[in-house]
């Protein structure tokens, strides 16, 4: 089985831009999870999808947000790009059904905003 | 909100075995993941626990106490290779929505 893919792997962005990260689970997982980390934050939720809905939330601004397609492939956007939103973005899949739950990241999306 | 403690650092000697713990406080607690994380690479699940007890999983076991908000990592007969930064994270249920809380994590060395 592929594991977790993310794209691109590296971004450079300037301030106020936009900017667009994909994921694609494995084959058969239903639910995606987005995290940021940083040195000094550590690893931060963001959310979670799973059946193109958004069912889990972290505490992060509405300038961040995602959505998931029917083919459980996920997308997060940043609007207006801030200095501290350079961060390794890391996506992580799983079956989603709760019990014995197992999740797998994907390599991550390195973010540098100058 | 929550809260999740884990010690910084840990140094432990190859062959032996070294114990991990994590404490945390939530109002909703939903279950507690285990990861592990080399330097410059993304995290490596290691295990889920939902309810009280241990589970193992070949060197590596898991333990859960809800009444304590506490979880220990156990890894047995270390190797130079588990050298890592443990991650401990709790998922809870929040205003509506289920959140997962990651601790700062712990930095193992293992040492010859």
Known sequence: KAGVTQTPRYLI????QQVTLSCSPISGHRSVSWYQQTPGQGLQFLFEYFSETQRNKGNFPGRFSG??????????????????????YLCASSLGTGMQETQYFGPGTRLLVL | GQNID????????????????????TSGFNGLFWYQQHAGEAPTFLSYNVLDGLEEKGRFSSFLSRSKGYSYLLLKELQMKDSASYLCAVRDRAGGYQKVTFGTGTKLQVIP
């Open chain 1, 67 to 88: 959505r998931q397609f029917s083919n459980s492939r996920s997308e997060m956007n940043v609007s207006t790009l801030e200095l501290g939103d350079s961060a390794l």
């Open chain 2, 6 to 25: 884990q010690p910084t650092e840990m140094t432990a000697t190859e062959g032996a075995i070294v114990q991990i713990n994590c404490t945390y406080q």
């Open chain 1, 13 to 16: 962005k300037t301030r106020g």
